[in-house]
């Protein structure tokens, strides 16, 4: 099961609607973030607590906090950013 359909995410304790929508949408924004870096999609990563960033941010972490984030998840995502910066 996607963890970000909506039968996981009214599993996981987001009744609301309109939050579902907005963290859905906050986790599109993520991987276009992650994606645009490493070419990889977020789900190609180990699982960071992406819940506990949205309602720690209300919604609106800058794309430094979803680096520190999956980077603190996934050592590998951590090299490829190194490697991503390097090259710039």
Known sequence: MNP???AALTESGWTDLTEREAFTAFMQRVDHLVTA???MGVHNFADADWASL???QGGG???ADIVDLLSDADPIFASLVALHWTQQ
């Open 4 to 6: 970000y359909s909506e």
């Open 37 to 39: 870096m490493t070419g």
């Open 54 to 56: 949205y309602e720690d």
């Open 61 to 63: 972490a800058d794309a």
